[in-house]
């Protein structure tokens, strides 16, 4: 429990640093790290897939009106990013959301939400299959992911559309 602690912690302390010059991972990629206790998530995805966040409704997401609608992007997430077992869903515990903003310009506008958690005691072996429901504003982007069980020497990499939402893992 402390390890897992000291890891969000960590995870926070690294998502908040001001300092940080470079996006914690490519836009509409994501990785799935699985361990004993079950698999961890990073994954970046378009935020105009939130199109009710968008308050002025210019077809971007500002640091502002993400602050706003942080809870219902909160909500929307857990609804639309999971994994299931069988009938079991395994929604993600621990979710961290962090907006990135372009290099470029006044960086009012987020150009991704990163979104960190841990699907707690999810087993490879079981069919296991993750989902996810963000493809941006016209559903015209993809989510390339990579699953790895690195003590196991596991890796497997697939591709999620609008189209093909949910995918067999391991």
Do not use: W
Not at 13 to 40: K, P, R
Not at 82 to 104: D, K, N, R, V
Not at 123 to 150: C, I, P, S, T, V
């Amino acid at each position: 429990m402390f390890y897992l602690i000291k890891r969000v912690a960590m995870i926070a302390c690294l998502v908040t640093s001001t300092a940080a010059c470079a996006h914690l991972m490519v836009a509409e990629q994501g990785t799935l790290n699985f361990d004993e206790s079950g698999a961890y998530l990073v994954v970046a995805i378009d935020p105009s897939g939130f199109p009710d966040a968008d308050a002025d409704k210019n077809g971007h997401l500002s640091v502002q009106e993400f602050k706003g609608a942080h809870r219902d992007i909160f909500d929307a997430i857990q609804q639309q990013i999971f994994m299931t077992q069988g009938e079991t869903i395994q929604y993600i515990e621990g979710l961290i959301l962090s907006p990135q903003t372009a290099h470029h310009g006044d960086q009012t506008e987020i150009d991704q939400i990163v979104v960190m958690g841990k699907f707690v005691g999810v087993d490879h072996k079981q069919g296991l299959r993750f989902h996810n429901g963000f493809y941006g504003k016209g559903n015209d982007k993809q989510l390339a992911m990579r699953a790895k069980y690195k003590r196991l020497g596991l890796t497997q990499r697939f591709t999620l559309t609008a189209k093909q939402q949910v995918a067999k893992v391991f």
